[in-house]
């Protein structure tokens, strides 16, 4: 039975349309992709200034390449087995109820794409992407051809020369080295003039499985509510938009988001 306060954040949404969704780690869990901070987290377990930084992975490459393959391994088994899960679903029948304009996500995992979202801005990047270094060129690989490139990079770094660990990376029609691009920590994030011009419209902001803890892109919720958007956080626990929430949907999103969707459809 639908709760009061799902209730009103679904006419919210039916009444207000533009709606723009802003989505973490925790939009994935239920795929069974592990989110960032929780226990049993990616950075609970691999250490983020090692991993998450390109002098923490060079290093690693160079003096521990077995840290750099088991992190690559723990990648390859959580993202290349991840389907999309019914967040991710109703979020794309959202946009084609023509009610939800954007998905803005802090995600690499390519599964709001998956689940049939069109319009996705991914102000960390994209797993599957690679961008060149000498002419900012972007390109992506299917899902089997990165995975075939993880594995084939796992085997170079137990061979412990960095020459043919870069030999791994792909090349550029340009002839360039292309590196992975995702935004490490440090890096300037992608997107964020066009997920501002995004936000600015949105009359409705659904904050879906983020801790809402790693800024600049963390802000992008609160400007939306300086502009008068109804914020809606989807979290089975509290968040740092606390503050700034108009409903708190407490629960797992893939439980959370059908039960708004069902209540939406009924209202139309
Ligand atoms: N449904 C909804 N939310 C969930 C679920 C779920 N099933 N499971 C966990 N969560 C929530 C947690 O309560 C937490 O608030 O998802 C959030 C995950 O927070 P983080 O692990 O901090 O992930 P995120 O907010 O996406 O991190 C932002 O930090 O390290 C960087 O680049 C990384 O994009 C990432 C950024």
């Known amino acids: 039975m639908a709760n009061d306060s799902l209730k009103k954040a679904a006419k919210e949404i039916v009444k207000k349309g533009h709606v723009v969704a802003f989505t973490g780690a925790g939009v994935s869990q239920e795929s069974g992709i592990p989110t960032f901070r929780d226990p049993g987290g990616l950075w609970d377990r691999f250490n983020p200034m090692e991993f998450g930084t390109t002098q923490g992975i060079i290093e690693l490459a160079n003096n521990n390449p077995q840290k750099l393959i088991d992190f690559l391994t723990d990648s390859i088994n959580s993202i290349g087995n991840a389907p999309p899960n019914p967040a991710h679903i109703a979020i794309a029948e959202l946009e084609k109820l023509g009610l939800l304009d954007c998905v803005i996500t802090q995600n690499i995992d390519n599964l709001h794409q998956a689940a049939g979202s069109k319009h996705v801005i991914e102000v960390h990047g994209n797993i599957y992407a690679f961008r060149c270094t000498q002419c900012n060129e972007t390109f992506k690989f299917t899902k089997d051809d990165f ?3 993880l594995k084939k990079a796992i085997v170079e770094l137990s061979s412990g020369s960095m020459e043919r660990i870069v030999n791994t990376m792909p090349a550029c029609k340009c002839g360039g080295k292309a590196r992975l691009d995702v935004v490490l920590f440090g890096e300037p994030v992608h997107m964020i003039p066009e997920s501002y011009m ?3 419209q949105a009359k409705v902001v659904l904050i879906v499985g983020t801790s809402g803890t790693v800024y600049p892109v963390s802000e992008i919720p609160r400007y939306a509510k300086k502009s ?16 700034i929430d108009n409903y708190m949907l407490k629960g797992p999103a893939g439980v959370v988001l059908p039960e708004l969707l069902v209540q939406v459809k009924a209202m139309l």
Do not use: L
Not at 228 to 243: C, K, L, Q, S
């Open 228 to 243: 008068g958007a109804v914020i809606i956080d989807i979290n089975p626990r509290e968040t740092f938009y606390t503050d």
């Open 147 to 149: 995975i075939g490139f």
């Open 198 to 200: 995004e936000i600015e």
